[in-house]
């Protein structure tokens, strides 16, 4: 059974707003299962699941949102010991936006089990499968990669319409760029933009929401190929 994941408002200052919440989407706190609805707040170290139909967009107070898509698992701010250390992503597809601050470089790292990510300000996808490989695709801006099992302190720039795969045995010097990846994520970014920003623009004056402690109404996923096509328009008066 779930039970609902609101926080301690003393806890907030370093919490992930829930912006918006669809389908099964939960959250692993004092080792419980939580259900997770629009307006909650994810504390630091606390995991965030989605199911088959699950999506989830969280904002920080720092200038970064995250979406979560269908079957993923992440912890948000894992390391509580430094701010910018943003998500591990341990399974699934995240979406991040780091907003610059009065124009000035916001720096963040994300952290895959094969892959360090670190940004100033960009949008991208980070996406690992089962057998730990990352893809990080970039949609605006640039990232730096690094390798997190394999010793080197050298970064690989990714930027935008570039992607990068990092497997666990492979370095980074021997990974190739692929701008098929990154053109497909950059389609998808394009269909959800205006909602979503609209979303991070309003949130400040939100006010943060009650949670209502009811299940959205289902709606298509934001970057799922299977979501119905729009009806077609109406033909033209005779």
């Known amino acids: ?43 630091v170290g606390e995991m965030i699941l989605t199911g088959d139909d699950g999506f989830a967009h969280l904002a ?20 509580p010991g430094n701010l910018r250390d943003l998500i591990d992503v341990f399974l699934g597809r995240v979406r991040i936006y780091i907003e610059k601050l009065g124009g000035q470089p916001n720096p963040h790292r994300i952290f895959t089990p094969t892959a360090v990510i670190s940004v100033r300000g960009t949008t991208f996808d980070v996406e690992v499968n089962e057998y ?72 400040t004056g939100s006010g943060g929401g009650t949670g209502g402690g009811t299940t959205p109404t289902p709606r298509p996923v934001p970057g799922d190929e299977q979501a119905p096509d729009p009806p077609p328009a109406a033909p033209p008066p005779p």
């Open 132 to 203: 730990e490989t990352t893809v990080v695709s970039v949609t605006e801006g640039l990232v730096g990669v690094r390798h997190r099992i394999l010793p080197s302190n050298k970064e690989t720039p990714v930027g935008a319409g570039q992607s990068l795969t990092i497997d666990a045995n492979t370095p980074l010097a021997k990974a190739g760029m692929d701008g098929v990846k990154a053109a497909n994520i950059a389609e998808d970014v394009a269909r959800i933009a205006a909602s979503i920003w609209q979303q991070i623009g309003n949130r």
């Open 60 to 79: 920080v107070e720092d200038g970064a949102d995250f979406l979560v898509y269908p079957n993923s698992r992440v912890i948000f701010r894992k390391n």
């Open 1 to 43: 059974m779930y039970l609902h994941a609101q926080i301690a408002a003393t806890e907030a200052p370093t919490a992930a707003e829930v912006v918006e919440a669809q389908g099964d989407v939960s959250v692993i706190r004092h080792e419980q299962e939580w259900a997770l609805f629009t307006g909650d707040r994810v504390a």
